[in-house]
């Protein structure tokens, strides 16, 4: 535990996490392009969860549309991660401590999971269902935890600044 608690405190200390946590505008800046990431992320996710779902346009194949929409996913899940990552650093031994967070964590961990059998497992017979109105059972399942777990990443989210002790 005090190599964790050292490398939390070299982390916070250096300089670009003390330029974040002393300059309120450089934090605004970067919680700013989070909020950004995270809403582009959940609007693209919503995207393909509801079509799972049986929501949206169903003459659309499924595939065709997870194609379309999933490098906007990428490419906000990574502006994501970089952003929330300077922001952790800022504040790194709190974050770290602080249970709302580990929720978050989790949640995010629980998604990657949920995708990673979806995309290994569920997709795999999508010919199958590519234009049914109403995937497959398990494609729903897939599609509302990933949706649930999304939303519940930003309740979380947002609760992280309400539950940080303040300065």
Known sequence: MQSITALLEALQSSSWAVFIHRKAWAFTTVEV???FAVSMLLGTIA?????????????????ELS??????????FVLAAAAGSLLFISRATDYFTNPVFWIK????AVAGINMAIFE???VRDVQKWDLDP???PRARLAGGISIACW???II???LISFSLQGE
């Open 120 to 122: 290994f497992v569920t």
């Open 151 to 153: 939303v519940l990443v």
């Open 67 to 76: 194609r379309q929409v999933l490098p906007f996913t990428w490419a906000a």
């Open 33 to 35: 392009a989070h909020v």
């Open 134 to 136: 109403t995937p497959p």
């Open 105 to 108: 964590m989790s949640l995010i």
């Open 156 to 158: 979380f989210g947002r």
């Open 47 to 63: 995207i393909v969860d509801l079509r799972l779902l049986g929501f949206g346009p169903a003459k659309r194949p499924f595939a």
